[in-house]
């Protein structure tokens, strides 16, 4: 029979291994965004899959391939279902843009004195539209650069897809098999452990919901108030693509300002360009506000931080990550106090929780037991 390893050696062999993963883990830094996106796309999704377990009754894994393959068809579709009226629309908004160059144009042909100063502003469209047209339309130098941005984007694509799929399908056989390599007396605690940063993640979730629904009334008043055509729709869009960091707040304020110039107030007596101004700085006030205070306030319950930590921590994320930064950082930042209260519990040789908490297993299992309409809201992978 063979000697173990003694205890140095040991410790080398753990040495090399840790730097050996981190090294890894480097190499392939790339892939962790697709991977996190991928897991945001379960986790959103996962309420769906819940409901369906527990009011319909049937296997975790059949509920998350209906609900996956719905949502992946209804996405596949939406693009053929909006895109001739996006062109419909974009193509009235080009005809209004050219007119009103047009006419710019013809005011602009007039030379303008300002004090001892003539300037000459006749040639300015022409150049702006000169400058567009060669925007637009890529150089053929770059045609492979282009189809070596899309193909590489198609890839991770496919990756989020995959990823997610299985994340959904079969999240707790993974969990399982994570826990398995604990020592056999920590794994209760593990499960536990997990049980309490699920629910800080369903509460972040919660957070999220009563955010969107807080904002789509805010937008849908003040826009009623101004009298902008279909305040009620734009300002519910608005509320919806708050769950979209940085792109969905500036894809709200540009559908907002434009409806607004084209349409104009339906009772105000300004023109449609001030009216646009007033669209776009009503937006501007309620995101502010938003951004400032509701919104850490709202995700700050929601995980128990407090709200200004909340606010530091999304707007550093935007600064250094962005989107996907934005997503994470509040429960990223709640399920590290979690785990890290638990890890300074055990290196002071405390016990791992604190005996007067209701163990979130044990406590779940009564309360879901009680109200199956309650497990398929609280549960999730």
């Given at each position: 029979m063979k000697s173990p390893w003694d205890i140095p050696f040991?410790?080398?062999?753990?040495?090399?291994?840790?730097?050996?993963?981190?090294?890894t883990l480097w190499y392939i830094r790339e892939v962790f965004q697709p991977l996190l996106t991928a897991a945001m796309l379960a986790y959103f999704l996962s309420p769906a899959v819940n409901f369906l377990v527990y009011r319909w009754r049937i296997r975790r894994k059949l509920a998350a391939n209906i609900v996956y393959f719905v949502v992946l068809a209804a996405l596949v579709a939406l693009p053929f279902t909006l895109l001739p009226v996006l062109l419909s629309e974009i193509q009235g908004i080009m005809s209004d843009l050219n007119l009103?160059?047009?006419?710019?144009?013809?005011?602009?042909?007039?030379?303008?004195?300002?004090?001892?100063v003539t300037f000459f502003l006749g040639g300015l469209i022409p150049a702006l539209r000169d400058t567009?047209?060669?925007?637009?339309?890529?150089k053929p130098e770059e045609a492979l650069r282009v189809?070596?941005?899309?193909?590489?984007?198609?890839?991770w694509l496919l990756v989020i897809l995959v990823t997610g799929y299985y994340l959904m399908t079969d999240w707790e056989r993974v969990r399982n098999w994570v826990i398995q390599w604990a020592p056999e007396d920590e794994q209760p605690n593990l499960n536990r452990l997990y049980h309490e940063l699920r629910k800080l993640w369903q509460g972040y979730l919660g957070g999220q919901i009563r955010l969107i629904l807080i904002l789509a009334v805010l937008y849908s008043i003040a826009w009623v108030v101004i009298g902008l055509p279909g305040a009620l729709v734009l300002g519910i869009l608005a509320g919806l693509l708050n769950l979209l960091p940085e792109v969905g707040p500036a894809g709200a304020?540009?559908?907002a300002t434009v409806v607004a110039l084209l349409e104009g107030s339906n009772y105000l007596n300004i023109s449609h360009v001030w009216f646009g101004a007033l669209t776009l700085g009503l937006y501007l006030l309620?995101?502010?506000?938003?951004?400032?205070?509701?919104?850490?306030?709202?995700?700050g319950q929601s995980v128990l931080l407090h709200e200004a930590v909340v606010f530091v921590a999304i707007i550093t994320a935007i600064i250094l990550q962005g989107i996907l930064g934005v997503l994470i950082v509040v429960p990223l930042l709640a399920s590290a106090v979690v785990v890290g209260?638990?890890?300074?519990?055990?290196?002071?040789?405390?016990?791992?929780?604190?005996?007067?908490?209701?163990?979130?297993?044990?406590?779940?299992q009564s309360m879901d037991n009680a109200n199956p309409v309650s497990q398929s809201i609280s549960e999730s992978t």
């Amino acid at each position: 029979m063979k000697s173990p390893w003694d205890i140095p050696f040991r410790y080398i062999v753990l040495i090399f291994l840790i730097i050996l993963g981190l090294a890894t883990l480097w190499y392939i830094r790339e892939v962790f965004q697709p991977l996190l996106t991928a897991a945001m796309l379960a986790y959103f999704l996962s309420p769906a899959v819940n409901f369906l377990v527990y009011r319909w009754r049937i296997r975790r894994k059949l509920a998350a391939n209906i609900v996956y393959f719905v949502v992946l068809a209804a996405l596949v579709a939406l693009p053929f279902t909006l895109l001739p009226v996006l062109l419909s629309e974009i193509q009235g908004i080009m005809s209004d843009l050219n007119l009103a160059l047009e006419e710019l144009q013809v005011v602009l042909i007039e030379p303008r004195r300002i004090g001892n100063v003539t300037f000459f502003l006749g040639g300015l469209i022409p150049a702006l539209r000169d400058t567009l047209q060669s925007n637009i339309v890529p150089k053929p130098e770059e045609a492979l650069r282009v189809l070596e941005f899309t193909s590489r984007n198609f890839l991770w694509l496919l990756v989020i897809l995959v990823t997610g799929y299985y994340l959904m399908t079969d999240w707790e056989r993974v969990r399982n098999w994570v826990i398995q390599w604990a020592p056999e007396d920590e794994q209760p605690n593990l499960n536990r452990l997990y049980h309490e940063l699920r629910k800080l993640w369903q509460g972040y979730l919660g957070g999220q919901i009563r955010l969107i629904l807080i904002l789509a009334v805010l937008y849908s008043i003040a826009w009623v108030v101004i009298g902008l055509p279909g305040a009620l729709v734009l300002g519910i869009l608005a509320g919806l693509l708050n769950l979209l960091p940085e792109v969905g707040p500036a894809g709200a304020a540009i559908l907002a300002t434009v409806v607004a110039l084209l349409e104009g107030s339906n009772y105000l007596n300004i023109s449609h360009v001030w009216f646009g101004a007033l669209t776009l700085g009503l937006y501007l006030l309620l995101n502010t506000f938003k951004t400032v205070w509701l919104q850490p306030r709202v995700l700050g319950q929601s995980v128990l931080l407090h709200e200004a930590v909340v606010f530091v921590a999304i707007i550093t994320a935007i600064i250094l990550q962005g989107i996907l930064g934005v997503l994470i950082v509040v429960p990223l930042l709640a399920s590290a106090v979690v785990v890290g209260r638990y890890i300074r519990r055990r290196l002071l040789g405390l016990p791992p929780f604190d005996e007067g908490e209701p163990r979130g297993g044990v406590m779940e299992q009564s309360m879901d037991n009680a109200n199956p309409v309650s497990q398929s809201i609280s549960e999730s992978t």
